[in-house]
Nanobody, 118 residues
Framework: EVQLVESGGGLVQPGGSLRLSCAASGFTFDDFAMTWVRQAPGKGLEWVSTISRNGRMTTYAESMKGRFTISRDNAKNTLYLQMNSLKSEDTAVYYC???????????RGQGTQVTVSS
């Protein structure tokens, strides 16, 4: 079965850190660029970060630069998002998608909730 399964979300205090994972299966993982997107309550999908097929190129939304790090382990078919210095406005459901962004993907996981609150 072709699928993406996210994990690692939770409740964290402002300034804290979380590491999200996305396990891919059913397809050749390193054939695809991968992206993290998020959706805050009442809002649309927001692009977070994209990584190239071999992991050498990464891009970030401006508000995530310097705080978030995207990476991938193609041997483990897994995508990661290390999130540091979390803020309340980072509260959202985080999804990994197969593709380049919130309007250019063909597969999405079920999402993992990240809540930043004291």
């Amino acid at each position: 079965e072709v699928q993406l399964v996210e994990s690692g979300g939770g409740l964290v205090q402002p300034g804290g850190s979380l590491r999200l994972s996305c396990a891919a299966s059913g397809f050749t993982f390193d054939d695809f660029a991968m992206t993290w997107v998020r959706q805050a309550p009442g809002k649309g999908l927001e692009w977070v970060s994209t990584i190239s097929r071999n992991g050498r190129m990464t891009t970030y939304a401006e508000s995530m630069k310097g705080r978030f790090t995207i990476s991938r382990d193609n041997a483990k078919n897994t995508l990661y998002l290390q999130m540091n210095s979390l803020k309340s406005e980072d509260t959202a459901v985080y999804y990994c998608v197969r593709g380049l962004g919130p309007k250019s993907y063909d597969l999405r996981g079920q999402g993992t909730q990240v809540t930043v609150s004291s």
